[in-house]
């Protein structure tokens, strides 16, 4: 097992989460992972996509299958504040040292959590976007019930952000492979409408 048992155990990965909590109908937010702490429009990383379901509203698929690389930080939000999550990255990058020339943005950007939370509302701004990149960090990640997993369910469980990883043996090249999830899956049933921070990686709570 790795350091933390996290997606940051991979060297310059950082991860920031927005948790927006209002009232009985608000449960949503961002959360997002960068790949490194650079420019990334001007130092792409190789990326790849696999379909587990059609049903997704993945943003920004198509560079990824055709090119093989990201440009921008990984944002997941709500479904319907996907606008909101690429509006955020083209911010973001057009504003980063050395992109004074750039004319596209291509941002990666996905999901859903309409049952928790009053999905409809589009609560989710592109500043609470740019917020969660600019507290993104190293080291241990908050999980459970915070940023884009607050509103999410998987089948009767409430789901939530999770993350772990490993070191392979020396032969495979002792690499260090990280993983980062957010769980949501459909159901009729939700058993439990709390979840659990694991850690206090940096984070911000709205309660309204």
Known sequence: MAPVNAITDVDGVRVGHVTLVEGSGIRTGVTVVLPHGGNLFQNKVPAGFAVGNGFGKFAGATQVEELGEIETPI??????????GIAGLVEWTLQLAGSEQVHSVNAVVETNDGFLNDIRARRVTEADVIEAIRMAS???????CIGAGTGTRAFDWKGGIGTSSRILPKPMGGYIAGAGRRARSCSTVVRSRTGVVKSAAPSRVRRG
């Open 75 to 84: 944002v997941l939000t709500n479904t319907l504040s996907v606008a909101e």
């Open 138 to 144: 190293a080291g241990p990640v908050a999980e459970g």
